[in-house]
C-alpha cells in the first residue's frame, strides 16, 4: 500500500483552540501535515486520509516544533472560526 503526504499552511488571524492540542494557540502561520493511504482494488486512483497533523509553534515563532494529530473536521471549524471573525471586522 503506498501512502502518501503532503504539506502545506494554514494561517490563523486570531488565536484559537483544537481539541487535540492543550492551550490556546496563537494567530499565525502553522505548518500542516497530510498523510493518505491509496485505496486498493478500485478502478481509478485514490487516497483515504489516515492522519492530520498540525505543527505548533507557529512558523514565525522560535523554539521547538511540536507534531499534534489533530481532527480534520475540528481544525476546518477552527479555521471557518477564524475566516468568519476576520469577516465581522
Not at 483552540?17 to 478502478?43: C, F, H, K, M, N
Request: glycine content about 4%; aromatic content about 6%.
Amino acid at each position: 500500500m503506498a501512502t502518501r503526504t503532503t504539506e502545506t499552511t494554514v494561517t490563523f488571524r486570531r488565536s484559537f483552540d483544537l481539541t487535540a492540542i492543550e492551550e490556546r494557540q496563537p494567530a499565525g502561520t502553522y505548518r500542516l501535515v497530510i498523510d493518505e493511504d491509496e485505496i486498493l482494488g478500485v478502478s481509478f486512483l485514490a487516497y483515504r486520509r489516515t492522519a492530520t497533523m498540525l505543527q505548533t509553534p507557529a512558523l514565525s515563532s522560535r523554539g521547538p516544533v511540536q507534531s499534534h494529530l489533530v481532527d480534520r473536521a475540528d481544525l476546518e471549524a477552527a479555521l471557518e472560526a477564524d475566516r468568519k471573525t476576520e469577516a465581522d471586522l
